[in-house]
């Protein structure tokens, strides 16, 4: 493989998500300036994890160095690593990783909110009703039968909303991979295509708003009012203990509030079909387990709680979730066969940082995406 065709197989993911955004921006005209906001916004929460990662890489290296009695200056030791990506790539693996999923997020937040919401909801009563077939009940009803504490719905709620810390995290390490690392680039093309198949096709082609928003778009709106009005309780009695309640209550009044709204805000958006946060979760096993199986077993345990979270807070049906995972294993599996044209590196290696040196058109609010 030439080098030009080897920085073009690297830049793949990058130059897809420009694409995705050229082909949204298109459709949306008018929305170029809601995407300098947005990015703006996702460009500060990405490159100060995205230092602070760097950081703490080389403290690791640091004090690594320190038990084995090495010599070592930090300073050296990032100047040869950036002199060494310099050289390989002029530095797109360090800095297309978080440039890639800042283009992503801002388009998707776009699409999602400007020509989504055109599909409306039509195929939520058929998820509904599969659930049932399924369950032989609405899937909440199962597991507020096996989950009935109060507490163990807050323990899903926390769960469910620090998902966005691996979402971001497993990104950044990308860019302290090894050039031509297998892993990372495989990583970042279904993280990409995830967004663009699940999130933009699939929501367009099977349309729902999910359990806690099932009233205000469905003639039968009590269908879900026992547990809307289950977790508003639950989030009541939270309060009265002390806690700040149930953060999905919260997210999800607001998001429903965006929805009417013509204001343009950060994570706004209603999509059941498929689940991305199950579907994101799985990505994180899939990823997980082929760096390291123990590793693994215990991000697919992450996956599981995610989604019968995603079902007890409401947020979503549980077929929602099973077409996500499946869906993701195939993108997983998919950019696994096209390993033949990349570069021959097996796994994500961590550079070794620590060893010692060989030589505004509409306001923008940040809320937490569903």
């Known amino acids: 493989m030439g080098v030009a065709s080897d920085r073009l197989v690297r830049a793949s993911p990058l130059i897809l998500a420009v694409c995705y955004a050229m082909g949204v921006l298109t459709l949306s005209r008018g929305a170029v300036a809601d995407f300098v906001e947005l990015f703006k916004v996702y460009a500060w929460t990405m490159y100060p994890l995205w230092f602070l990662v760097g950081l703490l ?3 690791i290296g ?4 320190d038990i084995l009695g090495q010599p070592h200056s930090s300073f050296a030791e990032a100047k040869a690593f950036l002199a060494k990506r310099w050289e390989v790539d002029r530095w797109l693996s360090i800095v297309s990783p978080p440039l890639t999923v800042t283009i ?3 388009t998707f937040n776009i699409y999602k909110q400007v020509e989504l919401p055109a599909a409306g909801f039509p ?3 058929y998820l509904a009703n599969l659930d049932q ?3 032989g009940a609405d899937g909440w009803m199962v597991t507020h039968w096996l989950f009935s504490s109060p507490w163990a719905t807050e323990l899903f709620d926390l ?3 620090a998902w966005f810390l691996p979402m971001t995290l497993g990104v950044v390490l990308c860019s302290f991979a090894r050039p031509g690392s297998r892993l990372a680039l495989r990583y970042l093309l279904s993280y990409v295509l995830l967004w663009i198949v699940l999130g933009t096709f699939v929501a367009y082609l099977v349309p729902a708003s999910g359990p806690c928003f099932y009233q205000y778009f469905h003639p039968d709106g009590t269908r879900f009012s026992q547990l809307t009005n289950l977790l508003a309780q639950q989030d009541q009695f939270l309060r009265a203990h002390g806690l700040s309640g149930l953060r999905s209550v919260g997210y999800q009044r607001l998001l429903l509030h965006d929805y009417r709204s013509s204001s343009l805000a950060l994570g706004a958006g209603i999509s059941a079909m498929p689940s991305l946060h199950n579907a994101m979760a799985v990505l994180f096993a899939c990823a997980a387990y082929q760096a390291d199986r123990r590793i693994g077993r215990l991000f697919a345990g992450y996956a ?3 989604w019968i979270g995603s079902i007890h807070l409401g947020w979503h049906y549980a077929i929602d979730g099973i077409v996500a995972a499946l869906l993701t294993v195939g993108i997983w599996k998919m950019t696994g066969v096209s390993r033949r044209i990349w570069p021959p590196i097996p796994i994500l290696e961590l550079p070794v940082v620590g060893a010692a040196p060989a030589i505004a058109s509409r306001p923008v609010r940040a809320i937490e995406p569903a």
């Open 304 to 306: 599981v709680l995610i």
């Open 104 to 106: 992503l997020l801002c």
């Open 57 to 59: 890489l080389l403290l």
């Open 62 to 65: 640091r004090v690594r160095n």
């Open 133 to 135: 077939m399924l369950f």
């Open 159 to 161: 769960a469910y909303h």
């Open 123 to 125: 195929a939520e009563p």
